[in-house]
């Protein structure tokens, strides 16, 4: 039987691990035959796990007996990792083994030396800390998950499921990975991405020299606003600002005024049943068309899938009128 080794780390999110737990250990085959074993293995007795403790039933020295081993996120992505643990992903990775991460359990991947080279995904609050630590890693924000075949990563939380489903639709087809989505109450596969949870461009946001101009973005983002506005603003000239503000945010100032945009026209989205047509005027966008264009590829989604997901609550009491 196909071995899951599940590492439970100090610090653990109970979360991931559960998820890894409850999905792969109640995947069933057609025949009635449990599809895996699942074990939880460990440093020691007992590990935290937040405002509880975990007993792992195996030490780490399960991972070299594992067929597939994963590990999830801790509440401190970057704290050490154990030598004995990175020796042992070393060693299985080096046998073939199937090794994946849940949330930010990629930066364990990443501090092993597995992901040199590679596209990983994490959780979206943790891909600048990741980048920045691990330079030689594509980071991919809006992904769910990665495969690339024998190392795959997934974002935060729920997209740990996706993974898991994934992973068993890989192993045993769609048939079983689909009845163990149903025991999951999950979809076997969910469309768009991470990207629909990102928050963009934050009002809190903090550079060491746009902070004036960004309240002032934030402010007056509703207006048909010029890149010439934007500089003006800033009292500086325009190649100045487009190096500045490449230089701290990583964007241009108009993809910075676009992220905002897209952020305040979410906001909308969730809270109210206004017209997307209306949303698209009033947060800034010249024409419906532009802001669907926009929406779908910065967000993953349409306006309107975005809204079906995130606005379930007002749908419940008011009708949305939007196409």
């Known amino acids: 039987m196909h071995t899951v080794a599940v590492v439970a780390l100090p610090d653990v999110i109970a979360f991931d691990l559960a998820t890894v737990v409850e999905t792969f250990g109640r995947a069933v085959l057609p025949d009635g ?47 050490p990792v154990a030598p004995e643990l990175r020796d ?6 080096s046998e073939g083994t199937r090794i994946a991460s849940i949330c930010v359990g990629a930066f364990v991947l990443a501090d092993a030396g597995l992901l040199d080279g590679t596209r990983t995904t994490t959780h ?13 890693v594509t980071v991919e ?37 689909a009845h163990a989505a149903r025991l999951a109450v999950a979809p076997l596969h969910r ?19 746009l902070d004036g101009v960004l309240i002032w973005i934030e402010n007056n983002a509703h207006l048909p606003l010029t890149l010439s506005d ?42 109210t049943d206004r017209r997307v047509e209306h949303i698209a005027r009033h ?4 024409t419906p068309s532009n802001f669907r264009t926009q929406f779908r590829r910065t967000v993953g989604v349409t306006p309107s899938d975005y809204r079906a997901t995130f606005a379930g609550e007002l749908r419940s009491r008011t009708p949305t009128r939007n196409s």
């Open 191 to 209: 469309s768009g991405g991470q990207a629909q949870f990102i928050l963009r461009n934050p009002p809190t946001y903090r550079t060491d020299s």
């Open 283 to 286: 947060v800034g966008f010249g």
């Open 33 to 79: 035959r449990m599809a895996y074993r699942v074990v939880v293995a460990g440093p020691g007795h007992d590990v935290d796990a937040g405002p509880m403790r975990i007993t792992p039933g195996e030490g780490l020295d399960a991972l070299a007996r594992a067929d597939t081993i994963v590990v999830p996120g801790r509440n401190l992505p970057d704290a």
């Open 88 to 93: 042992a992903l070393r060693a299985a990775a």
């Open 124 to 136: 979206w609050l943790a891909t600048e800390l990741f980048a920045h630590q691990y330079p030689g």
């Open 141 to 177: 924000p809006d992904a769910l998950y990665i495969d690339n075949g024998q190392i795959l990563t997934s974002a935060g939380a729920s997209a740990g499921i996706d993974l898991c489903l994934h992973m068993i639709r890989r192993d045993h087809g769609t048939a079983v990975a």
């Open 230 to 271: 934007i500089a003006e603003a800033a009292h500086s000239s325009v190649r100045t600002l487009n190096r500045r503000f490449q230089r701290e945010t990583g964007q241009s100032p108009i993809e910075w005024l676009t992220g905002v945009r897209i952020r305040h026209a979410q906001e909308l989205l969730e809270t």
